[in-house]
């Protein structure tokens, strides 16, 4: 059956085992060979990665190779490498969401140290992508120098591998929105009795054979490097160097360690102490393990207890005694030397992922954050005598096949027999049965070795007869030997035969209590702080050491493999499995036979069929649905069927029909079809994340301009308050002054009388400066801002207007284009005023500042503000609109809900307010403009001034002024919590220009003409009327004292007759109504003294008579009438009184 590869490819390319039909293993060994005869050490099954160490260096990596990988969309576009799975991880991470793993499989010294280091290197450089500037990019070089400085303290020269790693360890790589951030490594089950013992051909950590070289003689004498070593001399007896050319490599290693522990801050690093740095500590301690192993115990004859036979050795030390024979003594001193190296690798791990955790914002969420995981496992090992350490990293071989195995095969054919759909006839090697045989809980060899863990005499047979009786019948991959000490496992990559002896031994607990006790007051520093940390399993390397004196190192390892392999449940994982070409490590020797074995033990074979035939990415609808809905779906799309969806998202992408299946509950896919779906997401997803940059930038700068806002607001107010203290102290200043210039003058006053003309000068000099000290620049335009009350020489109004008036007319640097100046008043302090130049301006109660067009109140600050005066900005809401015409007139249109008031609406005479004002009270309406000042009621007042010949100019220019109520009117305008005071400049401008004058005159003589017109015509039409109407008249007309019928000839001769005044029985016309009947009472000349005295100016000149008044309304010749009558009874009366005066002065 042909997979649906091989209807896309034809012809497959050699590099991608799965487009082969039906492979075999020779056509595999064939392809893999030829490949890396041409130094293409990289083959994928899918998107699986297969990598055959070359066992030298070739031109395959470095920057430019990693940046051309990085922008690699698809892997079907390019030759395979490891730079690809690094890309892929980190794609997924991004577009997927999810945490991903790296999963490195493969035997001891297949490569796969040095490709957990590629791998970082390119997540280094993927970091940068999208930032020109990375902040955190440091991180995977940190990483790459903190993974070389664990291998000279971790790794081994084994025989066949120079560096095998002697621990297992996963990194985890912190990311943030496509940035590495920090990272993180976890190590398991360091093989520390290699620090007192190594097996024939094998040597000891590479840390001790760089420091023998490197040391220069000042550190060789101080730490007394002048003799062999017992635990790094081989067993046969040979050097410790292979040839000169090795010790020269181990000389250049040990600066390279040097410089690693110098980049990582470790060097230079100070314990609490303070006495000693970290990288001088370390080799301390160091060569103090080199010495420890050199003591040699001997059985003292005359007891049963050792003594140390070479005591040169001890002579620098302390001398510490206790009592053990020879085997426990030697025994305790190797138990003590791996305690001290295993707490000193420890120490490193902990100190290296300080130095590598993310840092700032990313700790405080680091739950957040996404991660990589690599895992890095030690490799199958089989050797001439194989112990403890071999058993726990053949467990872990065991352990990550099944893992492998598990997502490869059995996950799929479960889902495919789910859905129906036919199995790829494929048989695998399933390594359950090894696994059981190690965690069955009934048989399982951990359980065995755990419970004949404690030193008797039979414990070897013990276990071995456990093995036997439990193992014989259940398990086909354990067997026992004659010889009562081995038995055999055969493992998935081989069998392998185990020391019994030696594996329980050390398997047994290690009391480390007491050894931490005899350290915890070291005078070493870095001693110190090891024993004093307690080893509660809790470190920051997961390290499963001595986490308690009864637990075996069995029961530990196994607790922190379970845990491992718990941190890989739950991520997308990328397989990488590496290949040894040959045992030799000679480079560019492919030996068929040891590539056949690793390829049957991972199942290359099979993997490669069901690559080709299978569906390995599968998706549930539901999440194919969510991860991948932009590809073809609109966002406001409803799903109906999600099947549907599923195949429109599918074909959307560009993905051919055939090779996939959308069944019920998931969607199956081949590998390179999840290439294609997440190509088309990223395009999808650029438009989105264009748009949000652009709706994240408009939020950015709407934050921006509100905070700028604010901090000028902040600033304003600073600014106003410091304005306030300087003109607070100001005014202090001139009132003192102006009290001692007072009394001064009281003084010379009192004494001399002579006060000249200096006060008044004195005065002007005040005013001057006062008015120089009110005015402070703070906002924009010809805006100012008082801060002050007004002076107590201002005790009314008309002084105030009198101030105003003067600021504007004295003002030198006014705008011509100024029509009004307005002034905020709260009762008689002046908080701000301002310059208008614009036609229109609005005063509301916001904080915008001034800026021609717009000013909001709350600008204005007044420290003694009132309660009352605290509420203006919400009553003024929106407030009001004032603007201008040309010929002068000013308009106010009432944008607030609430009222504002034009004060002086009932006192017309003193304000040159439009009719509109009058009739509504001094109300504003609301929404459309009404005038307020009108330039003819000011022509009006020039031309009564001129015609009185008095012309008074002050009294004008206070008619300029118009002011507004705010908040509350009350009965005099500085009573009034807020006001609005306008002086228009336009009308200050008029009269003081000769060429309104002259017009106003103009218009004057010309309305005089027309009134002796009118007064002409209406004279003669008055006469013509009277003579018509003199019969009526006489009738409707007649005087007191005349009866009907009599004629007023005969009464006159009978009054001369009797010698009486006719004048006392005459009556007059005003105090008859044209119907002739008599409306009111005679008015005799004390009642219109007594008027004319109440109301002194009302109507004597006729211009202030008011309507109700009685005087007022008689005819204009009447009036005269009077006033002649009044003038002669006053005039009698002050002769009356004269003559009174007199004559009593002449009785004296």
């Known amino acids: ?230 635990i790094l001399e081989p067993i046969d007896g040979g050097q410790i160097y292979r040839d000169m050319a090795d010790a020269e490599d181990n000389e250049v290693k040990y600066r390279y360690l040097r410089e690693y522990l110098n980049t990582l801050g470790i060097e230079h690093q100070t314990f609490r102490s303070g006495r000693q740095t970290a990288g001088t500590a370390i080799f301390e301690v160091l060569s103090a393990l080199l010495h420890l192993g050199n003591i040699h115990f001997a059985p003292d004859p005359e007891s049963d207890s050792a003594f140390v036979a070479n005591q040169a050795e001890v002579e620098a030390g302390q001398r510490v005694m206790y009592r053990r024979d020879t085997s426990g003594a030697s025994l305790t001193r190797n138990s003590f030397v791996r305690h001290i190296y295993f707490q000193l690798f420890d120490w490193l791990v902990k100190t290296i992922n300080k130095r590598l955790a993310p840092t700032g914002q990313y700790r405080h969420n680091s739950k957040q954050l996404k991660t990589v995981g690599i895992l890095d496992l030690p490799g199958f090992e089989n050797l001439m ?6 058993l726990h990293f053949n467990l872990a071989e065991e352990r990550l096949q099944d893992h492998v195995t598990e997502l490869v095969f059995r996950r799929e054919f479960h889902d495919l027999q789910t859905d129906d759909i036919k199995v790829p006839d494929t048989k695998f090697r399933d390594n359950s049965e090894v696994l059981d045989a190690f965690y069955d809980s009934n048989i399982g060899l951990l359980r065995l070795m755990d419970e004949n863990t404690d030193p008797s005499p039979n414990a070897d047979m013990d276990l071995l007869n456990d093995i036997k009786r439990r193992h014989s019948k259940k398990s086909s991959v354990v067997k026992t030997d004659n010889t009562g000490q081995t038995f055999m496992v055969i493992h998935h990559r081989g069998q392998v035969i185990y020391n019994i002896e030696v594996l329980l031994t050390k ?88 590539v056949a074995r690793q390829l049957t033990a991972m199942n290359v074979v099979e993997a490669a069929r069901i690559r080709s035939m299978g569906y390995p990415v599968r998706i549930s609808t539901r999440d194919f649905i969510d991860r991948y809905r932009f590809v073809g779906l609109p966002l406001s799309a409803h799903i ?27 969607v199956m896919l081949a590998w390179w079809h999840q290439d294609y779906l997440d190509t088309a997401l990223e395009r999808a997803l650029r438009h989105v994340i264009f748009v949000q940059s652009r709706l994240r930038g408009y939020v950015a700068r709407r934050k921006f301009y509100r905070m700028r806002r604010y901090f000028r607001e902040d600033r304003d107010e600073l600014s106003n308050f410091l304005d306030d203290v300087s003109s607070h102290g100001l005014r202090t200043y001139h009132a003192c002054q102006a009290q001692s210039d007072h009394n001064t003058r009281e003084i010379e006053r009192q004494y001399t009388g002579r006060d000249g003309g200096r006060r008044q000068a004195r005065h002007h000099s005040d005013r001057s400066e006062r008015d120089s000290y009110y005015s402070r620049s703070g906002y924009r335009g010809q805006s100012e801002v008082y801060n002050g009350h007004i002076d107590q020489t201002l005790d009314d109004f008309t002084t105030f207007k009198q101030t105003v008036l003067h600021d504007v007319t004295t003002k030198r640097d006014l705008d011509p284009t100024s029509w009004c100046k307005v002034i905020c008043m709260e009762y008689d302090r002046p908080v701000g ?82 009719a509109d004002v009058i009739l509504n009270k001094g ?123 009599e004629s007023s000839r005969k009464l006159r001769i009978a009054l001369r007759k009797r010698g009486e005044d006719i004048k006392n029985h005459m009556d007059y016309s005003w105090n008859t109504d044209r119907r002739g009947s008599s409306s009111q009472k005679q008015m005799t000349v004390d009642s219109l003294q007594e008027q004319v005295l109440r109301d002194p100016d009302g109507g004597l000149d006729g211009r202030r008579s008011g309507p109700t008044s009685p005087i007022g309304t008689g005819k204009t010749r009447e009036w005269a009438k009077v006033k002649v009558t009044v003038k002669t009874s006053m005039a009698k009366e002050e002769s009356e009184m004269d003559a009174m005066m007199k004559s009593r002065m002449s009785r004296y």
């Open 385 to 390: 005598t194989n112990s403890l350490e071999q």
């Open 507 to 594: 398997n047994r607990p290690v009391r480390v209590r007491s050894f931490d006790a005899l350290l915890e007051y070291s005078q070493n520093p870095l001693l110190h702080e090891l024993m004093s940390t307690p080893h509660d399993g809790s470190s920051h390397s997961r390290h499963p050491g001595d986490t308690s004196d009864d637990l075996t190192l069995t029961q530990t390892y196994a607790a922190a493999l379970r845990g491992m392999f718990r941190r890989l449940e739950g991520r997308e994982t990328q397989h990488v499995w590496c290949i040894r070409p040959n045992m030799t490590l000679q480079p560019g020797v492919f030996d068929v036979d040891v």
């Open 1 to 230: 059956m042909a997979g649906p590869m091989a209807a896309q490819w034809g012809q497959q390319p050699t590099d991608n085992l799965s487009t082969l039909v039906d492979p075999d293993l020779n056509e595999v060994i064939g392809i893999l060979h030829q490949r890396f005869q041409n130094q293409h050490i990289y083959t994928t099954i899918g998107d699986i990665l297969l990598s055959v160490n070359p066992q030298q260096t070739i031109p395959l990596y470095g920057s430019r190779v990693g940046d051309f990988y990085k922008d690699v969309p698809s892997a079907l576009s390019q030759q395979p490498h490891i730079f690809m799975t690094a890309c892929r991880a980190h794609r997924y991470l991004q577009i997927h969401n999810t945490d991903q793993a790296i999963v490195l499989s493969g035997e001891n010294g297949s490569g796969k140290t040095e490709a957990v280091k590629i791998l970082v290197s390119q997540f280094g450089r993927l970091s940068t992508v999208g930032s020109q500037d990375p902040p955190q990019s440091d991180v995977a070089s940190l990483l790459t120098e903190a993974m070389s400085l664990l291998e000279e303290f971790g790794n081994a020269d084994v025989g066949i591998n120079r560096n095998s790693s002697r621990h297992g360890k996963m990194v985890e790589l912190a990311w943030d929105d496509g940035k590495l951030v920090g990272a993180e490594i976890m190590v398991l089950g360091l093989e520390k009795n290699r620090v007192m013992f190594s097996e024939d051909g094998e040597k000891n950590f590479h840390v001790f054979y760089r420091m023998l070289v490197g040391f220069d003689q000042e550190m060789r004498t101080r730490h007394r490097h002048n003799q062999s070593y017992r």
């Open 833 to 914: 005023k301002f310059y208008v130049q614009n036609r229109d301006v609005q005063i509301d109660g916001t904080y915008d500042p001034f800026d021609g067009d717009r000013l909001g109140i709350g600008v204005f600050r007044n420290p003694e503000r009132s309660r009352k005066t605290e509420t203006i900005r919400a009553y003024l809401g929106q407030g009001l609109v004032l603007h201008h015409d040309t010929e002068g007139n000013i308009w106010a249109k009432r944008l607030s809900n609430n009222d504002v008031i034009v004060q002086g609406y009932d006192d017309p005479g003193n304000h040159s307010l439009s």
């Open 640 to 666: 109906d069927s999600p099947q549907g969806a599923c195949h429109r998202i599918i074909r959307k992408a560009g993905i051919p029909d055939g090779g996939w299946q959308v069944r019920q509950r998931k």
């Open 923 to 1045: 109300s504003l309406p609301h929404g459309h403009s009404m005038k307020v000042f009108d330039m003819k009621e000011l022509r009006s007042r020039i031309g009564l001034e001129l015609k009185s010949h008095t012309f008074n100019r002050t009294r004008l220019r206070h008619q300029t002024i118009v002011c507004f109520s705010l908040l509350e009117e009350e009965k005099t305008i500085l009573d009034t919590p807020c006001w609005l005071c306008v002086v228009n400049i336009h009308a200050l401008n008029a009269l003081e220009t000769p060429d309104v004058l002259s017009q106003v005159e103009k218009m004057m003589a010309q309305a005089e003409l027309r009134t002796e017109d009118e007064d002409l015509k209406d004279e003669k039409s008055h006469d013509a009327k009277a003579r018509r109407l003199r019969t009526q008249w006489s009738r409707t007309d007649q005087r007191e004292g005349f009866t009907q019928g």
